[in-house]
C-alpha cells in the first residue's frame, strides 16, 4: 500500500501505525524511521494520528457481534421514538406558561436524550477497539537505535566489518548509513559511491542494500555496486544470488545469478541486465585502474577521486575522445604520462593541482 500522501485518518486506521505507538520494538521503529526520512513531510499527520491513537479508549472486555448488531438496534429505536414525541407536541399552546414549560421540559428531555445517545456510542466504539486493542501482540521494551555513518576522503580506500560479520570495501570518496547493530528483523545500509560487499549468510535477516530509490536484497552473497555523479548505477553479482528492485517503478524488478549485472539510472524506468567482466569491476579492490574506452570527463573524475585530486582540462574540443589502458600501483605522474601520448596533451602537476593542456 503506497503511504506516501497518507493523512492522519489513514495513519490511525493503519494496523502497523497503531501497533508502532502503542507497542514499539525495534523493527518497526526502524520501520517508521525509515518512512519518516522519505516521508518528511508526513511528520506532521503523524503527530496528530499519535495523539488520537494514544488517546481511543481501551476496555478490558469484548463484545460479541450480535451484542453489538443490538446496541445499533436500540440506539435507532430511540431516535425513531424521540421523533415521534417531537410530532405529537405540535398542539398549539393555550399560553405563555405553558410554552415555557413545554420548551423547559423538551430541553431537559432532549439532554436526557443526547446523553444516553453519546453513552451508547461511547461503549459501542470502546467494543469495536476492544477487538483491536487485544489482537496486538504484549509490548516489548524497544531498543535504543543509533545511526553509524562510515566514510573515506578522495584518495582513500576502506575497509569495515559489521556487527554481523560482513565486509564492506568502500573505494575512495565513498560512504555507508546503518543501523547499529541492525536492530530489527533486517540489515540495511545506505550507500553512496561505490562498495564491494561480503554478506554473511542470515536467512532470518536479509541484507538491503539502498542506492538512490534502487535496492539490491540479499542473504549471503558478494557483489559490487557503484552509483557515480551521473546517477548511474551498477550493481554486479559475484556470488550468490541478488534480488534488484526500484523503490519508484513497480515494474523494475529483476533477480541476478554470479556474472550479471545491472545497469541503471536513479529513478528512472528503463534498466540493462548483461553479463560483465569480473576484472574490470573490482580491479579498483586490486590497486588497478582500467579504462576502456572511457570518455576523457569520466576517465578525469575517476583520477581526481583515486589520487584526491583537482584535475583542470584546457583546451579541450574533442567530445568523441577516449581513453584506454591498464595500470596497476602505478603514480598520478606515471599514468598522465601514459595518456598524454595518445590523448595527445601536455600535463603540469603543482601538488594537488593538475593541469591538462590539449595541444592548439
Known amino acids: 500500500m503506497d503511504k506516501s500522501n497518507f493523512s492522519a485518518e489513514d495513519f490511525v486506521l493503519d494496523s502497523d501505525f497503531r501497533e508502532w505507538i502503542l507497542y514499539p520494538n525495534n523493527q518497526r521503529n526502524v520501520r517508521w ?3 519518516l526520512e522519505k516521508y518528511p513531510d508526513r511528520i506532521k499527520e503523524i503527530q496528530i494520528a499519535r495523539e488520537l491513537v494514544l488517546n481511543l479508549p481501551k476496555i478490558d472486555h469484548q463484545i ?3 451484542e453489538i448488531a443490538s446496541l445499533w438496534t436500540k440506539i435507532d429505536a430511540k431516535l425513531v421514538d424521540q421523533v415521534s414525541e417531537d410530532s405529537e407536541k405540535s398542539a398549539i399552546p393555550i399560553n405563555s406558561q405553558a410554552t415555557i414549560k413545554r420548551y423547559t421540559k423538551e430541553s431537559a428531555q432532549r439532554k436526557f436524550n443526547y446523553h444516553l445517545l453519546k453513552i451508547a456510542a461511547i461503549i459501542l466504539l470502546a467494543a469495536l477497539l476492544g477487538f483491536l486493542y487485544y489482537s496486538l501482540p504484549e509490548r516489548e521494551i524497544p531498543q535504543e537505535i543509533n545511526w553509524l555513518t562510515y566514510s573515506t576522503k578522495p584518495g582513500v580506500k576502506s575497509s569495515v566489518t559489521l556487527s554481523d560479520g560482513s565486509v564492506v570495501k568502500l573505494n575512495a570518496g565513498s560512504s555507508i548509513r546503518y543501523v547499529q547493530n541492525f536492530v530489527g528483523g533486517t540489515r540495511e545500509i545506505f ?5 564491494f560487499f561480503e554478506v554473511a549468510h542470515d536467512t532470518l535477516k536479509p541484507f538491503i542494500v539502498h542506492t538512490q530509490d534502487i535496492t539490491t536484497k540479499a542473504l549471503g552473497t558478494s557483489f559490487n555496486i557503484k552509483a557515480n555523479d551521473s546517477e548511474k548505477i551498477e550493481i554486479s553479482l559475484i556470488t550468490g ?16 545469478i554470479p556474472g550479471e549485472q545491472v545497469i541503471t539510472f536513479a529513478k528512472g524506468n528503463s534498466w540493462e541486465k548483461d553479463v560483465f567482466d569480473e576484472e574490470n569491476v573490482i580491479a579498483w579492490m586490486n590497486q588497478t585502474i582500467i579504462f576502456d574506452d572511457t570518455p576523457l570527463p569520466e576517465a578525469i573524475k575517476i583520477l581526481e577521486n583515486w589520487f584526491g585530486v583537482t584535475i583542470t582540462v584546457n583546451q579541450f574540443k574533442d567530445q568523441n575522445l577516449t581513453l584506454s589502458g591498464k595500470f596497476k600501483g602505478e603514480t598520478l605522474k606515471n599514468i598522465l604520462e601514459g595518456l598524454s601520448y595518445t590523448a595527445r ?3 603540469e602537476i603543482e601538488g594537488k593541482e593538475i593541469q591538462i593542456n590539449f595541444k592548439q
Not at 191 to 195: F, I, N, Q, S, T
Open 241 to 256: 544470488k541478488v534480488e534488484v528492485k526500484s523503490q519508484e517503478v513497480q515494474e523494475f524488478i529483476d533477480f541476478l
Open 64 to 66: 460479541k457481534e450480535d
Open 191 to 195: 550507500l553512496d559511491g561505490e562498495a
Open 33 to 35: 524511521e525509515l518512512y
Open 345 to 347: 596533451f601536455k600535463y
